[in-house]
Antibody, heavy 117, light 110 residues
């Protein structure tokens, strides 16, 4: 299972920080990758970033300058930081487990993050 | 990377078949056999229903099938049922561990 956690409200220009806790398996499995996806209200899915427990990362080019993904194997968690947020970053943020070529096999339930003053 | 192109809507009557297309480029859909499809009901997280173009995860009915030709992938839902009414998204591997999604298709069962 995957469970997102973090503030539901973030002020404009601040940094959005979310954590995904993985249970029922090890985040250190060589077979899996871990990622973040978001969905603005009423809109489609957008891939944000992917990380492997080894530290290898990949970012959506459109967000790369503002995004940082990290993994904490001791806590079986991975995290997302998105800086300089605006209202356009308001979305449901999902964490997910990916296979080696981007297939998102398991998803968290999602958490709504609203950017507003 | 640009989003993959899906029709915004599709529909069919119970028992009929409907096909949803997903068009990309040679850098994503056409370049890799790693197209996935997801079903999303309102207020729920997406669920993987097709991966590697044609494969179904355990528990997904065989009414769902996938295919690909050149830069276009397709999802076919056969024997439409009321519970198939949902949003459907395609995604593709785009190289260098990147993923690109389609804009989504709302499937209505008439």
């Amino acid at each position: 299972q995957l469970q997102e956690s973090g503030p539901g409200l973030v002020k404009p220009s601040e940094t959005l920080s979310l954590t995904c806790t993985v249970s029922g398996g090890s985040i250190s499995s060589t077979s899996y990758y871990w990622g973040w996806i978001r969905q603005p209200p009423g809109k489609g899915l957008e891939w944000i970033a992917t990380i492997h427990y080894s530290g290898s990362t990949s970012y959506n080019p459109s967000l790369k300058s503002r995004v940082f993904i990290s993994v904490d194997t001791s806590k079986n968690q991975f995290s997302l930081k998105l800086s300089s947020v605006t209202a356009a970053d308001t979305a449901v943020y999902y964490c997910a487990r990916l296979a080696g070529f981007g297939e998102l096999f398991f998803w968290g339930q999602g958490t709504l993050v609203t950017v507003s003053s | 990377q640009s989003a993959l192109t899906q029709p915004p809507s599709a529909s069919g009557s119970p028992g009929q078949s409907v096909t949803i297309s997903c068009t990309g480029t040679s850098s994503d859909v056409g370049g890799y056999n790693y197209v996935s499809w997801y079903q999303q009901h309102p207020g729920k997280a997406p669920k993987l229903i097709i991966y590697e173009v044609t494969k179904r995860p355990s528990g997904v009915p065989d009414r769902f099938s996938g295919s690909k030709s050149d830069n276009t992938a397709s999802l076919t839902v056969s024997g439409l049922q009321a519970e198939d009414e949902a949003d459907y998204y395609c995604s593709s591997y785009a190289g260098s561990d990147r993923v690109v999604f389609g804009g989504g298709t709302k499937l209505t069962v008439l």
